[in-house]
């Protein structure tokens, strides 16, 4: 019996997300050891905001190339 499209679509969704989340403990060890004390708040803070400002950006394009792609079949 074949998956549906929806099955397939919710597994795709967790292996995105899986590999997304896979290096976030190690940039973000890698920058607490890289930075001196006094700058290492201001350091994370820039990578938390570039870190949610591509994903504000890209997610939604994302999201609509995917349907526009899975539509077009």
Same mark, same amino acid.
């Not at 050891?33 to 870190?51: E, G, H, S, W, Y």
């Given at each position: 019996? @074949? =998956? ?9 969704? &967790?292996?995105? +997300?899986?590999?997304?989340?896979? =290096? ?5 060890? #890698? +920058?607490?050891?890289? %930075? =001196?004390? $006094? @700058? $290492?708040?201001? @350091?994370? #803070? ?13 997610? =939604? ?6 349907? &526009?792609?899975? %539509?077009? &079949?």
């Amino acid at each position: 019996m @074949m =998956p549906s499209a929806i099955c397939l679509d919710g597994d795709l969704a &967790r292996i995105i +997300v899986f590999f997304k989340i896979l =290096p976030t403990a190690a940039i973000y060890s #890698a +920058v607490h050891l890289m %930075t =001196p004390n $006094r @700058m $290492r708040a201001q @350091m994370f #803070a820039l990578l938390l905001f570039v870190d949610a400002t591509i994903g504000l950006i890209f997610g =939604p394009l994302l999201i609509g190339f995917f349907q &526009r792609f899975h %539509t077009s &079949r």
